[in-house]
């Protein structure tokens, strides 16, 4: 299984960004999705997540700027960024709880990540 995120680049404050993330692969199933971010020499924190069913969860940084989404068609998870601040700036990692195969265990694989860099 492959997560392939795409999206981040420079924006100036107030601008707005969309990730995307997909995974590939042999995939019976996603739980949770979701995005992480990591600043260098700083702990990797949850942005945002969402269930299968549509559930969603956000960091309270990024509450009313953020939205996650996802197409469970296509097996893909989406942030669109709004508001963007100077300390957003960071390495955006997609992740999925999957299911390789039926009634197999589900686990959690992780996207490259993108840099989001927002200027001042």
């Known amino acids: 299984v492959q997560l392939q995120a795409s999206g981040g680049g420079l924006v100036q404050a107030g601008g707005s960004l969309r990730l995307s993330c997909v995974a590939s692969g042999s995939i019976s199933s996603i739980n949770d999705m979701g995005w992480y971010r990591q600043v260098l020499g700083k702990q990797r924190e949850l942005v945002a997540s969402?269930?299968?069913?549509?559930?969603?969860n956000y960091a309270d940084s990024v509450k009313g700027r953020f939205t996650i989404s996802r197409d469970n068609a296509k097996n893909m998870v989406y942030l669109q960024m709004n508001s963007l601040k100077p300390e957003d700036t960071a390495v955006y990692f997609c992740y999925g709880d999957i299911q390789r195969r039926w009634r197999g265990p589900y686990g959690r694989s992780w996207g490259q990540g993108t840099l989001v860099t927002v200027s001042s």
């Open positions: 969402i269930t299968s069913g549509g559930g969603t």
